[in-house]
């Protein structure tokens, strides 16, 4: 399959024009929110019950665990997630019987454009008027839960409007967007802990101490009961299945189809969410569907075929994840770490980052399982970072680091290489480089 230009892709003009309505990308604040929600008769007072998803590393896959567990029990589920990889109607999914879909080009255009009339031509960034659409959107489908993502932090992101959540959702907290959100681990974490609301339930993955204490401190505040990895809930492995216990009892099932030991603690966290709303009653054959059929796209995923593939040397493995935090780069290494153990092979990290990004503190993660590295560029993204900044960042660490015009010129340098072991080939650093490659590898999210 191969997608159409990004130019030729229906959706994109109306993009461009809304993203014209603010001179910022980002400008965290709640005031133009409750302004054009208001004018919509507030459409997130109509939606169906919201489980709210915050923190640094792991919110999309915990999403896909609470998802795929929830369809599983036979219930409806929209889903609100950002940023998408190729195409903006990732971000939209509506929940129906026997599974769901993604808004398709005209209903979202028609929610889009009617947002677009109300807010009219007043300043309001583009997430601020996504967000806003997926309400419309939301409230117009029956559905028996909404699983909605925050973008940036939690305080002051678009989708803190939601006044009453069933259940409020912490991933691990790590250090990220410090121009926005403070450079402490406490100051970020108090940002994410800001979507706990008064009496709703709080569940939490394991965190650093500092950050547990905020967030401790804001669920006390709030009276909202805290169910905390480790604490109220444990997951681990043993013998390669997944094993949860809480105060309800223990449940042994199959590993995660999602890799990394990462992902059992994604999916741990969201077994806790389930378990902790009452309203909710999940059976077991539920969760062992849930847990075993779980996707998300850009997350240590394996790209077996497509045309990217075919550009690789022979033999190879070509993985693809979205990380782009020291914590992302950590889990990714462990999980490449996990695969050297089962099966050895030389490995070759391709990384593109963004200019606001840690590289040196993201490539460290790498240097004890490679020392070759190739740097490529992000298309079509102003603010990413030159592949020189990013190769001086991997020599400093003592890697080999060359630089190449794209991820298939890369590939193709590999290909003329002569190895013992085919090659396992890591394409990370990014989301915006992850969807980048999928748009042309002809593999999009679906």
């Known amino acids: 399959m191969n997608l159409p230009a990004a130019n030729s892709r229906p959706l994109d003009g109306l993009i461009a024009r809304l993203s014209a309505l603010h ?20 459409p997130e007072r109509l939606s169906p019950p919201v489980i709210h998803v915050a923190g640094t590393n792991g919110k999309g896959s915990t999403i896909a665990y609470l998802r795929a567990t929830l369809e599983a029990a036979g219930l409806r589920v929209h889903v609100y997630t950002s940023p998408y990889l190729v195409r903006i109607n990732e971000c939209f999914r509506i929940g129906e019987t026997g599974g769901g879909r993604l808004a398709d080009d005209a209903g979202l255009r028609r929610v889009l454009e009617h947002c677009e009339q109300v807010n009219a031509g007043e300043p309001i960034t583009i997430f601020e008027m996504q967000t806003a659409a997926a309400f419309c959107l939301f409230a117009e489908h029956d559905a028996d839960v909404v699983l909605l993502e925050t973008g940036l932090g939690g305080r002051l992101d678009a989708t803190n409007v939601v006044e009453q959540p069933i259940a ?6 790590s250090m990220d967007h410090m121009e926005f959100l403070g450079d402490t681990l406490a100051s970020i974490a108090g940002e994410k802990a800001a979507i706990i609301k008064r009496g709703v339930p709080v569940i939490c993955a394991e965190q650093a101490g500092e950050a547990m204490t905020v967030i401790e401190t804001q ?10 990895a480790g604490q109220q809930w444990h997951v681990g492995v043993e013998r390669g299945r997944l094993v949860y216990q809480d105060e309800r009892g223990l449940m042994d099932l199959a590993a995660p189809k999602l890799f990394g030991r990462h992902q059992f603690d994604n999916a741990g966290l969201a077994i806790a969410t389930l378990r902790a709303i009452e309203a909710f009653k999940i059976g077991m054959p539920a969760f062992e569907a849930g847990i075993v059929n779980a996707e998300w796209p850009a997350r240590m995923q394996r790209l077996v075929t497509g045309t990217l593939v075919d550009h690789g040397p022979k033999g190879c493995e070509i993985w693809l994840d979205g990380g782009h935090n020291a914590e992302g780069g950590r889990v990714a290494a462990a999980a490449l770490g996990d695969l050297e153990e089962r099966v050895s092979r030389p490995l070759v990290v391709i990384a593109g980052m963004m200019a606001n990004k840690d590289a040196g503190a993201f490539l460290a993660n790498f240097a004890g399982l490679t020392r070759h590295i190739i740097a490529v560029p992000i298309p079509d993204r102003d603010s990413a970072m030159p592949p020189d900044r990013l190769a001086d960042a991997g020599r400093a660490l003592g890697m080999r ?24 080939i890591l394409i990370t650093g990014s989301l915006y480089l992850a969807g980048h490659v999928l748009a042309i590898n002809g593999t999009p999210p679906g």
């Open 23 to 42: 001179p910022k990308q980002i400008d965290l604040g709640l005031d133009r929110m409750h302004r054009l929600l208001a004018r919509l008769d507030h």
């Open 168 to 173: 409020t959702v912490i991933a691990p907290i």
């Open 219 to 228: 669920a006390k505040r709030m009276r909202a009961p805290l169910h905390a």
């Open 401 to 424: 680091v060359e630089n190449a015009a794209g991820v298939e010129a890369a590939l193709h340098a590999l290909s003329r290489l002569v190895y013992e072991v085919p090659p396992r």
